[in-house]
Each structure stands twice: as structure tokens, then as C-alpha cells.
């Protein structure tokens, strides 16, 4: 089992900044590949950004140049850097992590935190 759960989310003006947290739990993080989603109000979930294993990663062409993911496999954490926020950015953000296909593939999901950017 692993447990996910973000924080950091919240009201931005457009053209701010917010940085999201993703605190994880599990013996193998190092192995998981790890991201963020983000759902809009009446729209289905979609990828926002994600980190592979192996160090690829993987950004939605909406915020290129404008969002990060990292990770830090020793504290077992995933971020996700927003830069010049926009109010299409607004959604619910979670994360996620995906136990390496060998070891069955699971989808683990965090329960989300809201960003809200708005004048």
C-alpha cells in the first residue's frame, strides 16, 4: 500500500507562483514513477507533469516552460513548481504513484489539493 498526501495548494493571483507537495509512503519510492493531475470543474482528470524512475519526465504541452516536478527519493517526496499561474490553471491537483509495471502496475492517488487562481 502507499499512501499519498499533498498540501501546498490555495488562492494565487494570475501570474503567481505555488509550489505543491506530495508526501508518500512505501519501502520503494525510488521505483515508482511519480506526477501530478489535475481535474477542472466539469472536465475529466488529465497529466499535468510526471517523473519516471529513471528520470524522464513528462509535462502536459499547457504548462511547459511554466511548471516543474521533482522528487526527492530520500524524504519520499514529489513537488510540482507552478509559475506564472494562469485562471485555466485552477483544479484540483493530485498526486500520484505507479508501482513498476513487473510488480503489478498499481495506480496509487493522493485526495487531492485545491489551487484557486483568480483576481
Known amino acids: 500500500q502507499v499512501q499519498l498526501v499533498e498540501s501546498g495548494g490555495g488562492l494565487v493571483l494570475p501570474g503567481g507562483s505555488l509550489r505543491l507537495s506530495c508526501a508518500a509512503s512505501g519501502s520503494i519510492f525510488s521505483r515508482y514513477a511519480v506526477g501530478w493531475y489535475r481535474q477542472a470543474p466539469g472536465k475529466q482528470r488529465e497529466l499535468v507533469a510526471r517523473?519516471?524512475?529513471?528520470?524522464?519526465?513528462t509535462y502536459a504541452d499547457s504548462v511547459k516552460g511554466r511548471f516543474t516536478i521533482s522528487r526527492d527519493n530520500a524524504k519520499k517526496m514529489v513537488y510540482l513548481q507552478m509559475n506564472s499561474l494562469k485562471a485555466e490553471d485552477t483544479a484540483v491537483y493530485f498526486c500520484?504513484?505507479?508501482?513498476?509495471?513487473?510488480?503489478?502496475?498499481?495506480?496509487?492517488w493522493g485526495k487531492g489539493t485545491l489551487v484557486t487562481v483568480s483576481s
Open positions: 517523473f519516471t524512475s529513471d528520470g524522464i519526465t
Open positions: 500520484n504513484a505507479q508501482v513498476p509495471p513487473i510488480m503489478g502496475g498499481v495506480n496509487y
